[in-house]
């Protein structure tokens, strides 16, 4: 079992950033890959971005490429998502996961509760 607590979402204006913290615990070492999903109402979840555990290796979805950044934590078993040039169609609830393939969240069994962000306009 993997538990995965997220935090750090808010209310931003237009061009704000925003650091989302995702506090993993239990067998971690189980699953290759710490990832960010959103879902916005009416439609589906959708991949935002990917890290391993250990090595190298980050994916990030073509519409947060550039402006979003991932990383980790491992001493604090903790993934972050930096947001920055936040723009309203970011909002969503935001998801921290845990799993076997990165860049999809089919990839991913094991769920954090969500957290809200909100982008005004």
């Known amino acids: 079992q993997v538990q995965l607590v997220e935090s750090g979402g808010g209310l931003v204006q237009a061009g704000g950033s925003l650091r989302l913290s995702c506090a993993a615990s239990?067998?971690?070492?189980?699953?290759?890959?710490m990832g960010w999903s959103r879902q916005a109402p009416g439609k589906e979840r959708e991949f935002v971005a990917a890290i391993r555990w250990s090595g190298q290796g980050t994916y990030y979805a073509d519409s947060v490429k550039g402006r979003f950044t991932i990383s980790r934590d491992n001493a604090k078993n903790t993934v972050y998502l930096q947001m920055n040039t936040l723009k309203p169609e970011d909002t969503a609830v935001y998801y921290c996961a845990a799993g076997v393939v990165p860049n999809t969240p089919d990839g991913y069994d094991y769920w954090g509760q969500g957290t809200q962000v909100t982008v005004s306009s």
């Open positions: 239990g067998r971690t070492w189980s699953r290759n890959f």
